[in-house]
């Protein structure tokens, strides 16, 4: 659950947060139309367009983007934009391209660690060096397409090529085929440049683990000159097999897939450095235990390779660096968790020109950047704290070595809201680039001169521009507007506000956000609540941002939404986060039932009608939840619930809730099983019966259990689905049911 799936959480939503001026609900419509949740998820999206991927082409000339289309809002296409001219340019049409050719198994897979299983078309692009040209994979081939519109295809293959890239320099593309990295110049065929191993070692992908949960998609990188490639070799075979049943709407199909579940072996990971042809290959020496991770690998900008490295129990983070030619490494630094807590992983770092490092740490309890300048000997000698304070930097977006600044996402004027901000390499004031209001993310071309700033509200669907660097918006990419033409305009009318607050717990001190969005009130009614939770780490739900169609829809049906971020929920800092420590299903379980406390205080809620509904880690606190205090909820849906912790993956699991092996005690207190027959409200389960995920052996044991002890509840699954339960056609089935079971159960909205 790279985030115990807080993304996943948030596809079953069906409301991306994505790149986000206008001001905002201008559209002229004056009669207000209830939204249907047919509606929600038919094309042309509510969202309006919903681009992403978008980059700037190295020179800065171009920004290209995958850009979805008006009649599938799941189809994207790769246009350009030229700066110079101000021309939009579709470079590759998916449709004419697209072979229909069912993907392979492993890249199906690794659409799903990335979280676009869902997308179809075009999903990922990589911009050539000269700024002339953009590799562009398709139905498990590649294609190099040109500015000029000629698009040539480099693989016409069976096989998938998987984790496709152009080197550095451009003189190379390089790709995954049958479990073997495979490397040709351009204009020549490609060849396989490690051995064939066998079924269980894999060359140049990342393994399960580094995929799902440590945000690492790839397991080859390219030195910047082309003269040397990193490569991931992953040994298999001491993961055990977990076999999971795809049960499909025509039949089933049995994968015995690796899974490497709490206190369990890990796959055993090594590093090699190689020539384009493989020759030269030496190995890295990442130390004689090998029960470890490989967290990150990078090349600086002088040809010095990188590599992080995390202890098993993931609290030493160490930076190794490597002599590319002996694989001999060194410490370079290391980062020590707080006691009861943990590493968490970032990719907010940047190795500069002059061979010094922008590093992200949470050293002083919350997440800030540190410039970190080395001695002759490749010894930290001087670091810098380029930020402070009860805040947290979110996202490294850039830096300006030529002006001297390093560019940023974080929470400095309100956790609610992500801006963009800058700050001297050589420390001092922090400026804010964006605009209040809004929550903003933010990406930069290499040379850190031109800012592409995606922003959104609770009023304003997502919305992209380029800035300079001083924030100035040059140009729009999205702007996204709420007029008339815009999709959501027949619903603007009724769309209802976002109010938002806060509340104390436990010893008073401690402030949980909340946000609610209330159907138009009439005096004396009170109404039934769809309380929406995730609670888990890695992940912050409460924000200024849009949270779109779906919202409203439900909504209009004559539910107040209520979401509260619990503690150990994200970007509060390490003591806010600390509490899930060896204790999942404690914490934060207590935080939302205040939150439903606080909503049975208001004479406009009706106490007996708050339901909940979560996914995936959501899920798991649904259940934990109903069984905590029976009678406090009227019903719930747990969605893809996690209910026994030793069934999830080593590395998100272990990270909060430590070994089994060694504090079994903390993961039966966790396990959502024991207590399945406290269970006495109405509950909803729902699972897709493919999900490689959270196994579908996670509800199969609350079935069981539940079954056992005479406990009714009522399931709903989904055949030939994995984690991700959503689509055109099948979402609006899912939320039908949400509410016929809600209605079935009387919770409904006042007369």
Same mark, same amino acid.
Request: proline share 5%; charged share 25%.
């Given at each position: ?84 001219? %101000?021309?939009? #340019?579709? !470079?590759? =049409?998916? &449709? ?6 069912? @993907? *392979? /198994?492993?890249? +199906? ?39 000029? %519109?000629?698009? #040539?295809? !480099?693989? =016409?293959? &069976? ?6 890239? @152009? *080197? /550095?320099?451009? +003189? ?44 690492? !998609? ?534």
């Amino acid at each position: 659950m790279r985030h115990l799936l807080a993304a996943a959480a948030i596809l079953a939503l069906a409301t991306p947060l994505a790149a986000q001026e206008s001001d905002g609900m201008t559209t002229q419509a004056t009669q207000a139309t209830d939204l249907s949740l047919e509606r929600v998820f038919a094309s042309p999206g509510l969202n309006g367009p919903s681009p992403r991927g978008a980059k700037l082409s190295p020179d800065g000339r171009y920004l290209t983007l995958l850009r979805n289309r008006e009649d599938d809002k799941d189809r994207y296409d790769l246009w350009g934009y030229d700066r110079e001219t %101000g021309e939009w #340019t579709m !470079l590759v =049409d998916s &449709e004419k391209l697209s072979s229909g050719r069912e @993907l *392979s /198994e492993d890249e +199906k897979m690794q659409r799903e660690r990335a979280r676009v299983g869902n997308l179809k078309g075009i999903i990922s692009y990589q911009w050539n060096a000269d700024s002339k040209g953009v590799l562009v994979p398709l139905d498990g081939d590649l294609y190099l397409a040109k500015l000029d %519109g000629i698009v #040539t295809r !480099l693989t =016409d293959t &069976e096989e998938s090529e998987l984790n496709p890239k @152009l *080197s /550095e320099e451009g +003189k190379y593309v390089s790709f995954v085929r049958d479990r073997q990295l495979w490397t040709g110049e351009i204009g020549k065929d490609a060849q396989p440049i490690t051995p064939k191993e066998g079924e269980l070692i894999r060359w140049g992908e990342a393994e399960f683990v580094a995929q799902e949960e440590m945000g690492r !998609l790839t397991g080859y990188w390219w030195s910047p000159d082309d003269s040397r490639i990193a490569v991931q070799r992953t040994d298999e075979s001491p993961v055990g097999l977990v076999t999971r049943a795809a049960i499909g709407a025509t039949g089933t199909k049995v994968y015995d897939q690796r899974y490497p579940v709490a206190g369990s072996d890990n796959a055993i990971v090594e590093l090699f450095v190689m020539d384009p042809d493989g020759g030269n290959r030496v190995k890295v020496d990442l130390g004689d235990n090998t029960d470890i991770y490989l967290a990150r690998v990078d090349w600086a900008p002088d040809g010095t390779l990188y590599v992080q490295r995390e202890n098993r129990e993931q609290t030493v983070l160490d930076l190794l660096r490597v002599d590319s030619a002996t694989g001999e490494t060194s410490l370079v630094l290391s980062e020590h968790a707080a006691d009861d807590y943990w590493i968490n992983l970032t990719d907010n770092y940047r190795f500069l020109d002059d061979g010094s490092l922008i590093w992200w740490s949470e050293r002083d309890g919350h997440g800030h950047l540190y410039h970190i300048v080395f001695d002759e000997k490749g010894v930290p000698a001087e670091t810098t704290q380029l930020t402070s304070g009860d805040w947290v930097v979110t996202k490294l977006v850039g830096v300006n070595e030529d002006s001297g600044e390093v560019f940023f996402d974080g929470t400095k004027d309100t956790v609610l809201e992500e801006q963009v901000y800058a700050v001297p390499l050589a420390g001092g004031a922090v400026r804010r680039l964006s605009e209040l209001g809004y929550t903003n993310g933010a990406s930069m071309d290499g040379e850190g001169t031109t800012l592409l700033i995606g922003r959104s509200s609770h009023d304003q669907p997502p919305q992209s521009y380029l800035a300079d660097t001083q924030g100035k918006r040059l140009t729009w990419i999205e702007e996204n507007a709420l007029d008339t033409n815009h999709p959501y305009a027949p619903y603007v009318a009724g769309h209802e506000p976002a109010k938002f607050g806060t509340i104390k717990v436990d010893d008073g001190k401690v402030d949980l956000h909340w946000k609610m969005v209330t159907p138009k009130l009439e005096p004396g009614k009170r109404y039934p609540v769809f309380f929406y939770h995730y609670g888990g780490p890695h992940a912050q739900v409460v924000s200024h941002g849009w949270e779109g169609a779906l919202q409203q829809a439900v909504v209009d049906k004559g539910y107040i939404w209520f979401e509260i971020d619990n503690r150990g929920s994200a970007n509060r800092g390490v003591a806010f986060e600390q509490p899930l420590y060896h204790a999942m299903g404690g914490v934060e379980v207590r935080d939302q039932k205040a939150g439903a406390e606080y909503l049975k205080s208001l004479d406009f809620v009706d106490p007996d009608k708050i339901a909940l509904y979560g996914w995936s880690y959501g899920g798991y606190m649904t259940l934990k939840q109903l069984e905590a205090d029976p009678g406090l909820y009227a019903a719930g849906i747990a969605g893809a619930p996690v209910t026994k912790w030793e069934l999830y993956d080593t590395h998100y699991t272990e990270r909060y809730m430590g070994d089994p092996r060694k504090v079994p005690e903390a993961y039966e207190a966790a396990s959502a099983i024991p207590d399945a027959n406290d269970i006495a409200d109405p509950l909803l389960l729902v699972h897709g019966m493919a999900d490689d995920n959270v196994v579908f052996e996670n509800s199969s044991a609350l079935i069981a259990a539940m079954q056992e002890g005479n406990t009714p509840f009522e399931m709903m699954l989904y055949p030939g689905y994995t984690h991700r339960v959503a689509g055109e056609n099948i979402s609006p089935h899912l939320w039908n049911t949400i509410f016929r079971f809600l209605e079935s159960h009387g919770v409904t909205p006042p007369e």
